[in-house]
């Protein structure tokens, strides 16, 4: 085993604990550790047939899907190592779940159960097999459904589990191991009749017992060899997905006494971790005496991209940032993974606000990073690699940015020879580096060029599996996260634990990865930052639930920080974004309590509900409200204020133009919306297009129409990008659903009417109005002439759409509802019909696109017109009259306009 780089090297061996003297065999198992890494890349397939030559230390593996012709064996060690090449074996065990390996008389065995035959393989001396030495022997066993087979490594007995006779046959061999049916013995162990349908078994030597796993029951039951349950161990939460052999072997952990023993199981299901290792040893987990105090949670998920594996973090002060500010730096080691959320990233670097604020990429050098840290003297990144098995040193490139192309690896070590073949977290602190190992429960105190300075054991201190080590300066103590899940230890480098923390308040899933950094709240207070995996993609594909949690220390408590949103103009209900982050003090952790209320306002408002940040307001009167957000920490309050103007729906006009100004002291665009309030002679900005993606040079809103709920028919002058929908033409029509409305927008778009749908394909056919019917019909003009489904008409007129479906796939009929010729709009290229609103009487109120002469009324650009009709469509009659002057409302140039 000389290849297995220092597998039983003297630093390991010195280093190796006797078990804790609170240990104790217990009725129930818990993980000590899977070996979901072997088998991620498909180079070993999924096991179903387990068996471990104590000589060799290594799982013989027999793949979950036999080969008709031979039986192909591969193997793994204990340090979750794939071992190079395999054992072709001239037989074929049809359920490979059958195979076993007998250290007694140093073979392998096998049962083909279609042939009644045993498949007997020599080991050489040094317990790998020979395959030459194959040996096959007929033998009726009266076993009706075999799911398994153990042996009794002192005598070399054999126990063959079947599961529809609802037996244990043992086999016992010749005093020279043959296992002739002259000379072997066979008797029969009854199986407790309410043990269903079970698979797999193993013997234990250190009681004898034998251990039969049922699936269906989730249920592990422990047997004497006369049949009777010793103990029932519960294993419904490792997730097992389909468990196949089961084999007894010595602890993955190499710090662990050589003498413990670990059950090993073989799962064949998909996306399961191919083998799970499970201790029946076990000690007291640490229970947290210290207080930390949540501040927020941080949704990696939600990042774009998302990183929805986080397994380490690191703070980057802004001394070793370019942009001079507080972030973070986080590393996936799944995300590579996932394909259907990997871009080649696998660096994450966020800002002390929680946000995404750039990817980077170190795959040149590590598929799997599952820990980082910084040397804050140099701005060197130490990253762990659990996969690889390795701690590289990496320096930033003249752009001063991790996971750039220009980063540059200036050393790397390995940490197989030191024992640790599951290295997690790392961190820096004293000119060392701390390594904690997973399944050794183990840190590592290197020297930064990878010289073995010293180590401890964290499963005594009550924490199994470490995966986050965080090195404190001021204290000069380690901070470590494990299982359990909810506390995080403060110990010193030499292994003595300090207090343990409860991080309960946090719910995390698989917490990992651990860094000290600046508080988000208050400055120069420092937080601890511990980021949550979730849910193992081995178990879920596909998922995307990675976390990062802030933690402040005790500090003086500081008010709750409160933001209440941007101001808002609204013709519903308004949809208020408050904000509220604390600092977790005076405890417990989220006892801050929030409250809206009114502060001014001419009438009564609800808010649904009344104690959460994000709200939604409603108003009894339209006027301008002033609204408060409080929030209190039991000791300290602080309050936001948010200025919301309810439209009234009466007497409000909704005006785009298509020039930039100013009127009644808002600022204004093409690509925006105004409110004017015909009783107060008010103005406010209720759309802002440049906040939601009408971003492109010259694009003009130039057709709207509101809805009564607030939302906005809208059309553009010209083909563009929008969020959401993507590519639009002039002849679309989209509907904006705002959340926000006024000088701050926010909203999303969807298709309403796709006008190449329905013919709407010409340069002149741009709509440049929307307007309704009175009995519902979509009304438009165009910037130029008409043709489609068989209507044809100039820019003064207005045609009318009787939808059959509308949206992104849009049908139906045109009609012609006004024809401009025929009340003499048509005199001058001018007189182009630019806005449109007709009013429940069917009064048409329109703009034009310049000056205008019709019978009794002239105008211009910046006047609306009325036009209460006699008759409608071919042939168009009726009177005119000024609606509304523009020019003497300081508006001009106008191109939408409409009420509700």
Request: net charge negative.
């Given at each position: 085993?000389a290849s297995?780089?220092?597998?039983?090297s003297?630093?390991?061996?010195?280093?190796?604990?006797?078990?804790?003297?609170?240990?104790?065999?217990?009725?129930?198992?818990?993980?000590?550790?899977?070996?979901?890494?072997?088998?991620?890349?498909?180079?070993?397939?999924?096991p179903?047939?387990?068996?471990?030559?104590?000589?060799?230390?290594k799982?013989?593996?027999?793949?979950?899907?036999?080969?008709?012709f031979?039986?192909?064996?591969?193997?793994?060690?204990?340090?979750?190592?794939?071992?190079?090449?395999?054992?072709?074996?001239?037989?074929?065990?049809?359920?490979?779940?059958?195979?076993?390996?007998?250290?007694?008389?140093?073979?392998?065995?096998?049962?083909?159960?279609?042939?009644?035959?045993?498949?007997?393989?020599?080991?050489?001396?040094?317990?790998?097999?020979?395959?030459?030495?194959?040996?096959?022997?007929?033998?009726?066993?009266?076993?009706?459904?075999?799911?398994?087979?153990?042996?009794?490594?002192?005598?070399?007995?054999?126990?063959?589990?079947?599961?529809?006779?609802?037996?244990?046959v043992?086999?016992?061999?010749?005093?020279?191991?043959?296992?002739?049916?002259?000379?072997?013995?066979?008797?029969?162990?009854?199986?407790?009749?309410?043990?269903?349908?079970?698979?797999?078994?193993?013997?234990?030597?250190?009681?004898?017992?034998?251990?039969?796993?049922?699936?269906?029951?989730?249920?592990?039951?422990?047997?004497?060899?006369?049949?009777?349950?010793?103990?029932t161990?519960?294993?419904s939460?490792?997730n097992?997905?389909?468990?196949?052999?089961?084999?007894?072997?010595p602890?993955?952990?190499?710090?662990?006494?050589?003498?413990?023993?670990?059950?090993?199981?073989?799962d064949s299901?998909?996306?399961?971790?191919?083998?799970?290792?499970?201790?029946f040893i076990?000690?007291?987990?640490?229970?947290?005496?210290?207080?930390?105090?949540?501040?927020?949670?941080?949704?990696?998920?939600?990042?774009?991209?998302?990183?929805?594996?986080?397994?380490?973090?690191?703070?980057?002060?802004?001394?070793?940032?370019?942009?001079?500010s507080?972030?973070?730096?986080?590393?996936?080691?799944?995300?590579?993974?996932?394909?259907?959320?990997?871009?080649g990233?696998n660096?994450?670097?966020?800002?002390?606000?929680?946000?995404?604020?750039?990817?980077?990429?170190?795959?040149?050098?590590?598929?799997?990073?599952?820990?980082?840290?910084?040397?804050?003297?140099?701005?060197?990144?130490?990253?762990?690699?659990?996969?690889?098995?390795?701690?590289?040193?990496?320096?930033?490139?003249?752009?001063?940015?991790?996971?750039?192309?220009?980063?540059?690896?200036?050393?790397?070590?390995?940490?197989?020879?030191?024992?640790?073949f599951d290295?997690?977290?790392?961190?820096?602190?004293?000119?060392?580096?701390?390594?904690?190992?997973?399944?050794?429960?183990?840190?590592?105190?290197?020297?930064?060029?990878?010289?073995?300075?010293?180590?401890?054991?964290?499963e005594?201190?009550?924490?199994?599996?470490?995966?986050?080590?965080?090195?404190?300066?001021?204290?000069?103590?380690?901070?470590?996260?494990?299982?359990?899940?909810?506390?995080?230890?403060?110990v010193?480098?030499?292994?003595?634990?300090?207090?343990?923390?409860?991080?309960?308040?946090?719910?995390?899933?698989?917490?990992a990865?651990?860094?000290?950094?600046?508080?988000?709240?208050?400055?120069?207070?420092?937080?601890l930052?511990?980021?949550?995996?979730?849910v193992?993609?081995?178990?879920?594909?596909?998922?995307?639930?990675?976390?990062?949690?802030?933690?402040?220390?005790?500090?003086?408590?500081?008010?709750?920080?409160?933001?209440?949103g941007?101001?808002l103009?609204?013709?519903?209900?308004?949809?208020?974004?408050?904000?509220?982050?604390?600092?977790?003090?005076?405890?417990?952790?989220?006892?801050?309590?929030?409250?809206?209320?009114?502060?001014?306002?001419?009438?009564?408002?609800?808010?649904?509900?009344?104690?959460?940040?994000?709200?939604?307001?409603?108003?009894?009167?339209?006027g301008?409200?002033?609204?408060?957000?409080?929030?209190?920490?039991?000791?300290?309050?602080?309050?936001?204020?948010?200025?919301v103007v309810?439209?009234?729906?009466?007497?409000?006009?909704?005006l785009?133009?298509n020039?930039?100004?100013?009127?009644?002291?808002?600022l204004?665009?093409?690509?925006?919306?105004?409110?004017?309030?015909?009783?107060?002679?008010?103005?406010?900005?209720?759309?802002?297009?440049?906040?939601?993606?009408?971003?492109?040079?010259?694009?003009?809103?130039?057709?709207?129409?509101?809805?009564?709920?607030?939302?906005?028919?809208?059309?553009?002058?010209?083909?563009?990008?929008?969020?959401?929908?993507?590519?639009?033409?002039?002849?679309?029509?989209?509907?904006?659903?705002?959340?926000?409305?006024?000088?701050?927008?926010?909203?999303?778009?969807?298709?309403?009417?796709?006008?190449?749908?329905?013919?709407?394909?010409?340069?002149n056919?741009?709509?440049?109005?929307?307007?309704?019917?009175?009995?519902?019909?979509?009304?438009?003009?165009?910037r130029?002439?008409?043709?489609?489904?068989?209507?044809?008409?100039?820019?003064?007129?207005?045609?009318?759409f009787?939808?059959?479906?509308?949206?992104?796939?849009?049908?139906?009929?045109?009609?012609?509802?006004?024809?401009?010729?025929?009340?003499?709009?048509?005199?001058?290229?001018?007189?182009?019909?630019?806005?449109?609103?007709?009013?429940?009487?069917?009064?048409?109120?329109f703009?034009?696109?310049?000056?205008?002469?019709?019978?009794?009324?002239?105008?211009?650009?910046?006047?609306?017109?009325?036009?209460?009709?006699?008759?409608?469509?071919?042939?168009?009659?009726?009177?005119?009259?000024?609606?509304?002057?523009?020019?003497?409302?300081?508006?001009?140039?106008i191109?939408?306009?409409?009420?509700?």
């Amino acid at each position: 085993m000389a290849s297995l780089e220092g597998q039983q090297s003297e630093v390991s061996q010195r280093f190796r604990k006797a078990l804790p003297a609170t240990a104790s065999r217990v009725p129930f198992a818990r993980e000590a550790g899977n070996f979901d890494d072997v088998f991620d890349d498909g180079r070993v397939p999924q096991p179903a047939g387990l068996a471990y030559s104590p000589k060799a230390n290594k799982l013989i593996l027999l793949p979950a899907q036999p080969n008709r012709f031979q039986s192909e064996l591969s193997s793994v060690t204990l340090d979750r190592d794939p071992l190079p090449g395999s054992d072709k074996i001239a037989a074929v065990i049809d359920n490979p779940i059958n195979t076993v390996f007998d250290p007694k008389f140093n073979r392998w065995i096998g049962w083909n159960s279609k042939n009644n035959q045993l498949v007997e393989v020599s080991a050489n001396a040094d317990g790998n097999l020979d395959a030459t030495k194959l040996k096959l022997k007929p033998k009726s066993l009266g076993i009706q459904d075999p799911q398994g087979i153990t042996v009794n490594p002192t005598n070399g007995d054999l126990f063959f589990l079947d599961s529809q006779g609802k037996k244990i046959v043992r086999l016992q061999p010749a005093a020279n191991g043959t296992l002739d049916i002259a000379t072997a013995s066979i008797s029969q162990i009854p199986l407790p009749g309410h043990i269903a349908s079970p698979r797999g078994i193993a013997f234990e030597a250190a009681t004898g017992n034998l251990h039969l796993l049922s699936p269906s029951q989730k249920t592990l039951y422990e047997l004497s060899q006369t049949g009777q349950v010793v103990n029932t161990r519960d294993v419904s939460r490792f997730n097992l997905k389909n468990p196949q052999g089961l084999t007894f072997a010595p602890s993955g952990d190499r710090t662990d006494n050589p003498q413990e023993q670990s059950l090993y199981v073989a799962d064949s299901g998909a996306n399961s971790a191919g083998i799970v290792e499970l201790s029946f040893i076990t000690t007291a987990l640490a229970s947290a005496n210290a207080q930390l105090y949540y501040v927020r949670t941080i949704d990696t998920s939600q990042f774009d991209p998302p990183s929805p594996d986080p397994s380490g973090i690191a703070y980057l002060d802004p001394a070793n940032t370019p942009s001079g500010s507080h972030r973070f730096l986080i590393a996936d080691g799944e995300v590579n993974e996932i394909p259907t959320l990997f871009t080649g990233d696998n660096y994450f670097e966020m800002s002390l606000s929680g946000t995404l604020s750039r990817m980077g990429s170190g795959i040149a050098y590590t598929n799997e990073p599952t820990g980082v840290d910084l040397n804050p003297a140099n701005g060197h990144l130490f990253v762990s690699d659990d996969s690889a098995d390795r701690i590289f040193e990496v320096i930033p490139g003249g752009d001063g940015l991790y996971g750039s192309a220009d980063d540059t690896v200036v050393g790397s070590f390995s940490t197989r020879s030191f024992g640790s073949f599951d290295p997690e977290g790392v961190a820096f602190g004293g000119d060392n580096l701390f390594v904690v190992d997973g399944v050794n429960s183990e840190v590592y105190r290197f020297t930064t060029s990878g010289t073995l300075v010293s180590q401890f054991d964290t499963e005594s201190l009550g924490i199994i599996d470490p995966e986050g080590v965080e090195y404190a300066p001021e204290s000069g103590n380690l901070y470590l996260q494990g299982h359990p899940n909810n506390v995080v230890a403060e110990v010193t480098t030499s292994g003595s634990l300090v207090q343990i923390f409860d991080t309960s308040a946090a719910n995390a899933v698989k917490p990992a990865g651990l860094a000290i950094g600046a508080n988000s709240i208050v400055p120069g207070a420092k937080s601890l930052y511990i980021v949550d995996r979730g849910v193992d993609n081995n178990a879920e594909p596909n998922e995307n639930d990675g976390k990062v949690y802030e933690f402040s220390f005790a500090l003086t408590n500081q008010p709750p920080v409160v933001n209440a949103g941007a101001d808002l103009v609204v013709l519903a209900d308004a949809s208020l974004d408050g904000t509220v982050s604390d600092d977790g003090l005076p405890g417990p952790p989220n006892n801050v309590t929030i409250s809206w209320s009114k502060v001014s306002g001419v009438g009564t408002v609800t808010f649904t509900p009344a104690n959460a940040a994000d709200t939604t307001a409603s108003f009894s009167a339209p006027g301008t409200y002033q609204l408060r957000l409080t929030a209190d920490d039991s000791e300290l309050s602080s309050i936001d204020d948010v200025s919301v103007v309810a439209l009234n729906p009466q007497s409000t006009y909704f005006l785009s133009s298509n020039n930039s100004g100013s009127v009644g002291g808002v600022l204004f665009a093409d690509e925006d919306v105004l409110a004017y309030d015909s009783l107060t002679g008010n103005w406010w900005k209720y759309f802002d297009g440049s906040d939601v993606g009408l971003t492109a040079t010259n694009l003009d809103l130039d057709a709207l129409y509101i809805n009564p709920d607030g939302s906005i028919l809208l059309s553009v002058d010209r083909a563009t990008t929008i969020p959401t929908l993507g590519a639009i033409e002039d002849s679309d029509i989209v509907r904006f659903v705002p959340t926000a409305t006024g000088e701050t927008t926010a909203g999303t778009y969807e298709w309403y009417f796709d006008g190449s749908d329905v013919g709407l394909d010409t340069d002149n056919e741009d709509i440049d109005a929307i307007g309704f019917a009175p009995d519902g019909r979509l009304v438009v003009s165009t910037r130029g002439s008409f043709n489609a489904g068989g209507i044809s008409g100039q820019d003064e007129d207005l045609f009318a759409f009787d939808p059959t479906t509308l949206g992104a796939s849009t049908s139906g009929t045109w009609s012609m509802y006004f024809d401009g010729s025929d009340v003499d709009l048509s005199t001058t290229s001018s007189e182009d019909v630019d806005a449109v609103w007709i009013d429940p009487n069917g009064h048409i109120h329109f703009s034009t696109d310049g000056a205008f002469s019709v019978t009794s009324l002239s105008g211009d650009e910046n006047d609306i017109a009325k036009f209460v009709p006699s008759s409608l469509g071919d042939n168009t009659n009726g009177t005119f009259s000024l609606f509304w002057d523009g020019s003497a409302n300081e508006i001009n140039s106008i191109d939408g306009f409409a009420r509700v």
